[in-house]
């Protein structure tokens, strides 16, 4: 499979456990999203918090904590599971990130959707 509108990256391109930021659309308002891998599975979040609405990292592609076993924000410290993106310690417990459906198929992490309705509705 080539890439496409619907391609983030190949899932080899990510570290395992590891992270990495992306960006859908142009402009001044792009969706801004990041990826999660843990071995085969990937997890892609819109990166807002739900506490104040900050980006979860201050470096680029780093989002977990340093075990790599958990989702960090960096703003106030809310920790989120990484499978599912619900909050588990921090300011905002028991609230979740906005998931990002996406699918590993052939090597390469694609969107589940449009990527115009992604941004329509989250950017
Ligand atoms: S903005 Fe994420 S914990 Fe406050």
Redesign the pocket.
Request: hydrophobic share 20%; with cysteine.
């Given at each position: 499979m080539s890439a496409s509108a619907r391609t983030i990256c190949r899932l080899d391109a990510l570290e395992d456990p590891g992270s990495s930021a992306f960006t859908l659309g142009s402009g001044p308002w792009p969706l801004r999203g990041f990826l999660v891998r843990r071995g085969d599975d990937v997890f892609a979040y819109v990166n807002r918090?739900?506490?104040?609405?900050?980006p979860?990292n201050m470096r680029p592609h780093e989002f977990l904590t340093p075990d790599r076993a958990w989702i960090l924000?960096?703003?106030?410290?809310?920790i989120f599971e990484i499978a599912g993106g619900r909050c588990v310690a921090?300011?905002?417990v028991g609230r979740a990130l906005t998931a990002i459906e996406v699918v590993v198929r052939d090597g390469w992490v694609v969107l589940g959707e449009d990527p115009d309705a992604l941004i329509a509705r989250h950017a």
């Open positions: 918090c739900p506490h104040a609405g900050h979860l924000c960096n703003s106030h410290g809310a921090g300011p905002c």
